[in-house]
């Protein structure tokens, strides 16, 4: 029987939906709106040293990777499933176009948090 890596990718998928339901909606509202306008926030809550120092921290590092990374497996999870609906096969290249783009995400995050320091 040959062994298949879907389930990778359909855990990726699973994760990276559940945070985004979970978080998404909050996410964008809290840098999107309520901080740019400073409703229910304080004026430097994002400010560029609070967030710096929050990416530096290993826990506040820990958390944007994993929505970085689970946000963009979910993603390209997502849109190599919905490549069959325009009428683009489910072949090799639109296969490594869509997670290869999710693996230099994720290569792309962790170097950036790891070059900012802690």
Request: contains cysteine.
């Amino acid at each position: 029987m040959k062994r298949s890596n879907a389930p990778f990718f359909w855990l990726m998928f699973g994760a990276g939906g559940m945070l985004s339901a979970l978080l998404g909606t909050a996410l964008i509202f809290i840098t999107g709106l309520a901080a740019p306008l400073g409703v229910g926030l304080k004026t430097d809550f994002m400010s560029y040293s609070r967030t710096l120092a929050f990416a530096q921290n290993f826990v506040g590092k820990g958390f944007v990777f994993v929505v970085i990374v689970l946000f963009a497996w979910h993603a390209a999870h997502r849109i190599f499933h919905s490549l069959h609906d325009v009428g683009i096969p489910h072949g090799t290249p639109s296969k490594l176009v869509c997670y290869g783009s999710a693996l230099v995400m994720t290569l792309v995050a962790a170097y950036s948090l790891l070059h900012i320091g802690f």
